[in-house]
Structure formats: C-alpha cells, structure tokens
C-alpha cells in the first residue's frame, strides 16, 4: 500500500471527500494538486478546502501556458476534432494535470498518484495510462471507482467530516472547463432528443449586436497575433473566447463513442478552437502541397483519436506530431473571419508562401496556363478507364446476353 498519495485536485465534491476517504480507509498522506488551466476560480479556497479536508500540503499550479503552448497548439496544428466534431476540450486538458502530478510526486517522494474519476468515463483512462507513460513505477488510486458512494452519499460523508462544500443535493449538470472550452453532460441533456436548455451555456451567451471581421495570423501553424496585435498562445485563445464566444458562435452537441464503448450525449462550448481550427486549416489549403494536405486530412483523425483515448504520451503520437511539425514550415500567413450571429466563417486568406497562382488560376486575359498541354495529360490520365472500358464491360456485357 501506498504511503504518500499526490490527488489531482479539482476542489469539488468528489475530490474532496477523496482526500479524506483515503486517509480514513487506506491510511496514506495527500497531496492535493490543483491545476489552473484556465478554469477560473478561487484558488485560495480551493487549497482551504483541500486542507479542510485533510490534505497534509495543498498545491495550486499555473499551467495555462503550458497547457496552451504543448497541448493545445499541437491538437489545432493537427485540425485534430473527435468524430470530426469535438476539439478534445477535456481530453487536452488531462495529460499536462499527469505531467504536474507526476512532478510533484516526484518531488515530495510520494509512491502514488491519484484521480477523481468514475469507473464508466473516459478521464479513469487518461489519468491512468498518461501516469503510467511517464512514471510506470507509481501506484494509482482510484477512490470514486471503488467506494460506491452515490452523490448523496458523499455529501453526507462530507459533511459529517466537515469539508466545506459549494455542491448541493440539486446539481444537475457535470461541468468541466479549461482555456480550450467546456464540457457539460447530464441532466435533462441525457436524453438525445431533449434540446439543450440555454441556461447551460456560458461562453457562448449572444452579446454582440454588429457584425465584425477579425484577422489572425499564424506562424508555422500557431496563431501569433488577433487583428495585429501580437500576443502568447493562452492569452490568444482566452481573447479569442470572448471575441467570439459574444456572437454565440462555438456550440457542439453531439452523441460521442467514449473508449469504455458507451455512446454519451455531450454538449460542449470552445469558441476559440472551433474558430482557430477553421482559420488554420483554411490557411493549410493555400500553403501545403496538394499531396502533402491529403495525407494529413488522412491523419488528423487518428490524431484525435489517440488524445481521446488517452494515448497523448505514445510513440505514435510523438510521430504523428513530427509529421504535423514538418507539414506547418510554411504555414505562415493571415486568415480572415467574419463574424455574425452564431456564424463565424472564413472570408479571406493571405501567405507570403502561397501555392495559389493567380495566373495558372484566372480565366481572364491574364491566364499563364498552357491548354495545349492538356489533351494529352487527360488521355493518358484516363487511359487505363479507355482500356478496362473497351475490354471488360464489352465482354461483360457479351456474356450477358450469351446467358440470357
């Protein structure tokens, strides 16, 4: 048994009553580890809580840069959407969380890591396997999968051991936030055909009344700047929430295949990524070569599959990212969006390495295009159809009617 556990702490009920689960029934010390990856909050409370709790040490780390410089940057360079619809908002957030628990794990000399996490949702997976890629030798321990507590239950168990509590008895929805966007399940939303009620929705509230154009600019597929002003990443994605997010612009609502093969409804807010996704990939159609971009549509699917199930510290991965990486060497330029009531589109893209040759492509007096050569190339092009045409569907069509 462990002696020393590092929690990944997020300051709400069910990792709250873990800290002192585990002291009562497993008789360890904890370390609550909380990680600001751009959820917002009190974190001075939230380190009282944990210590209320009995938590022998409570850490809070700032991670949003981090988190949007390694996590997020690579998944948008990537265009990486689950089921070609889900930016991985929460997925995105868990291996950077592993990465800091690991750290202080390592630090405090404790033998154990541990999570919050249900034995029927995708976090178990990720929390598990990312710990397990970076510190194989580290126990973990998973006190929600096992103690069989119901939600009231733990407020019960909470408040007989005096944890101060924001959870009620009422709670309906499950919310899980970061910089990339939020995550909200359960409720009258479980059912498929009930239309998510507006009250869910946050980062999305319509508050803009005109129309507007924004224009980001990438560099080596990472978005530098908004409207010409230059800025980092996790400050970037945050404006860009706002901006965006006022045109409620950035809703999903899906049914997704989760890894322990359940189908979940889930609802979902990132108006940044959905936009910068867009953005990015429309700038790839002027900078990458034609056969280069086919292959990397091909890939981007397996990309988010591997951060969805939790695989974010993989040898593929790690591949596939080397791949992304050298694909985005002239990924520099503009895109420019236009903004409306939910609506965000592209209306323009620029690049000092654009493929796009105006002369090869006008049909006005400009044209630089040789049509002479074209007759051949489209002979030969559909040569091997003539030959299958002329010789199979002819016999085909010959023993056709020899049976008829």
């Known amino acids: 048994m462990p ?105 405090h000399g404790a033998d154990a890591v541990a999570h919050g996490c249900t034995g029927k949702g995708n976090d178990q997976v990720r929390f598990e396997v990312a710990t397990r890629a970076l510190a194989p030798d580290l126990d973990i321990v998973a006190p929600v999968r096992v103690w069989g507590m119901t939600r009231d239950d733990s407020i019960d168990y909470a408040e007989r051991h005096g944890i101060p509590l924001t ?106 990524a959905l936009a910068l996704i867009m953005a990015h990939r429309d700038l790839e159609s002027i900078t990458l070569e034609r056969d280069l971009q086919r292959q990397k549509i091909a890939l981007e699917h397996r990309y988010a599959e591997l951060v969805y199930d939790g695989l974010w510290f993989s040898p593929l991965r790690n591949a596939l990212d080397a791949f992304v990486d050298s694909s985005q060497e002239f990924v520099t330029g503009e895109v420019r969006l236009r903004l409306d009531k939910g609506r965000c589109i592209v209306v323009g893209r620029r690049s000092d390495h654009s493929l796009y040759d105006y002369g090869l492509a006008t049909y006005d007096a400009a044209d630089s295009f040789n049509h002479d050569d074209s007759e051949g190339f489209v002979r030969l092009w559909g040569l091997g159809i003539q030959t299958w045409a002329a010789r199979q569907t002819q016999a085909h069509r010959e023993h056709g009617q020899a049976e008829g």
């Open 3 to 107: 002696k020393s556990v590092v929690l990944a702490y997020s300051g709400g009920l069910d990792t709250s009553v873990a800290v002192r689960w585990m002291i009562d029934e497993l008789d360890v010390e904890v370390i609550a580890v909380a990680c600001d990856v751009g959820q917002g909050g009190d974190w001075d409370a939230v380190k009282e809580r944990a210590k209320a709790a009995g938590a022998v040490e409570a850490i809070v780390a700032d991670v949003r840069e981090e988190f949007a410089r390694d996590y997020c940057g690579p998944v948008l360079r990537a265009n990486a959407l689950y089921e070609n619809q889900y930016p991985l908002v929460s997925a995105l957030s868990r291996p950077v969380i592993v990465k800091e628990l690991v750290r202080v794990a390592r630090e």
């Open 167 to 272: 959870a009620s008895r009422e709670k309906i929805y499950s919310i899980d936030d970061n910089l990339w966007g939020r995550a909200i399940e359960c409720g009258e939303m479980e059912d498929p055909w009930a239309e998510p009620p507006d009250g869910v929705w946050e980062m999305t509230r319509l508050k803009a009344e005109d129309p507007r154009e924004i224009t980001i600019a990438f560099e080596r597929g990472t978005p530098v700047a908004v409207d010409g002003d230059a800025m980092p990443m996790h400050q970037l994605v945050g404006q860009l929430n706002e901006i965006v997010g006022a045109y409620a612009y950035g809703r999903l609502d899906m049914v997704e295949n989760r890894r322990v093969g359940i189908k979940s409804r889930e609802t979902y807010e990132a108006p940044a």
